[in-house]
């Protein structure tokens, strides 16, 4: 243990390093790239000629929008959605992708492990967050990665937003464990500068932090010009792989990079320590130890002011938080009379008909109710929820930042822990709580619509249909004397039961309707 340099900060590379990025790419892009030239007949070389100059564009050799961009298809197909016209490759490449979705062997328990001593484990990649964030979700990155560096996504094609390409709710992009930071534009490896940032964003001493990467000229240079313990992690190495040649014809890396990387040797470039067959080798190199995050120490006036920050913060999810409060219980009260009116209209056999249909008065309003209800869901929801969302994510920053000043300020992080509730081993938290509160009323009400249109129907339709049915019956002559040949005799009969002038009164009056007849 004595010659084994302490380390408290683990900062690594994700591609090539924890997994096979190059093994992940090739089959995905490549399976794509050969249904596109099956489906649409254009020469693979004019396609990879295409990609390139877009991935240049974009920086990135991951991007997403690359079929609706490329000129040859526009060109072939215009006006269309190409996105829908080559779903088929697109389906190719996703599925190759899931299939291909592997950490390298030991890599999650020598994570897990340097999680359990205490050590401060940080992703860095050149990757862009939308890319970097799905493979860290499906690979179970997210805990086991105290913080994650990346930087920000590329732009999006004109005419489309965030909401319009996701399928999922804001919630299921986001790690749940690990913290997401971006590196500034522009800034990319092999420059010091991000990797010194972020040793100032830990606290931590270059002396006790190691850096490990499988590139020579990224990688392990950038450690060393950052006076950071720099790891080389040989077993990534993909640039003498047969799948490396496509990547190397459509990347979005400058040439002389790629020259460069191609030629560069470990006589060019001697690491301090290398891995040769895997992650998990570390735990024999280094003495592991917890990471113990430095004091800051704050004047009066500083500490007044960052507590006066906090509460504010602390205002804020109050404030947001009672918003929402006030939208449930107003849309619970508009519900309940909704209701009471609905309840009302049945009472009273109250009924409309609107193009040839009648129905309940009491299903109009169950309707409107619906409608209200769900309107109050997407203000209570994606309005004001994610405003809340916001200040409990900056309060958690905050409290983050101080917690080594004023342990007792973590009341944002205790509410967050408190509040997911475990249903069937299954953690739901508010937004879906949210969804569940609002979609089981808004399903009973359709329910309660639907029964009150189906299986009751107003005395009034009843009675209507019953008057049509009598003045549509014909009657004969004949009928009409016998009626009224009963009619006298009934009134005769009535005439001698009855005694003094009421008798008299009844007998004039069945008089004068049998003359009248």
Known sequence: ??????????????????FDWVDIWYRSFNTMLVQLVKDSGISQGVLE????????????????????????????????????????AIQAFREARKASLNLYPTVLETLKALKDIGCVVVGYTESMAFYTNYRVRKMGLDGPLDYLYSPADHDLPFGLNTEQIRKYPEQHYKLRHTIHRHTPKGELKPNPAVLIDILKDLGASAEQTIYVGDSLIKDVVMAQSASV??????????????????????????????????????????PQYTLKRSFGELMRIFYFARFAKPRIFLSDNQSE??????????????HFNDLELRI???????????LGVAGFALKESISFSLLGITTSLAVLLLIAGIIGWLAFYFMDRF??????????????????????????????????????????????????????????????????ALITHFTIVSPATKSSDHTKTNVSKPISLSDQAGTSKNENSRSSTTSTKSHGSTGEKEIGATETKTLSR
């Open 229 to 270: 313990i720099d790891v080389f992690a040989k077993y990534g190495v993909a640039k003498n792989r047969s799948e490396y040649d496509l990547l190397r014809r459509v990347t979005h890396w400058p040439d002389e990079i790629v020259e460069k990387e191609k030629s560069l040797t470990e006589d060019d470039v001697k």
């Open 383 to 448: 309005w004001y929820h994610r405003l809340l969302y916001g200040a409990v994510t900056h309060g958690i920053f905050i409290e983050d930042r101080i917690k080594s000043i004023f342990p007792e300020i973590s009341l944002t992080e205790a509410i967050g822990k408190a509040s997911p509730v475990t249903v069937l081993g299954r953690k739901i938290r508010t937004p879906r709580k949210i969804d569940i509160f609002y979609g089981t009323v808004t399903v009973i009400l359709i329910v309660l």
């Open 328 to 338: 449930r219980n107003y849309a619970a009260t508009i519900l309940v009379a909704v």
């Open 49 to 88: 000629s295409e990609f390139k100059k877009l991935h240049q564009k974009y920086g990135t050799s991951e991007y997403a929008f690359s079929i609706e961009e490329l000129p040859s298809l526009q060109t072939e197909h215009p006006g269309e959605d190409l996105a829908k016209r080559y779903a088929t």
């Open 305 to 318: 002011l960052v507590l006066d920050i906090w509460k504010k913060t602390i205002d804020v999810q109050m």
């Open 1 to 18: 243990m004595k010659d084994k340099r302490r380390v408290t900060v683990v900062i690594t590379d994700l591609d090539n390093t924890l």
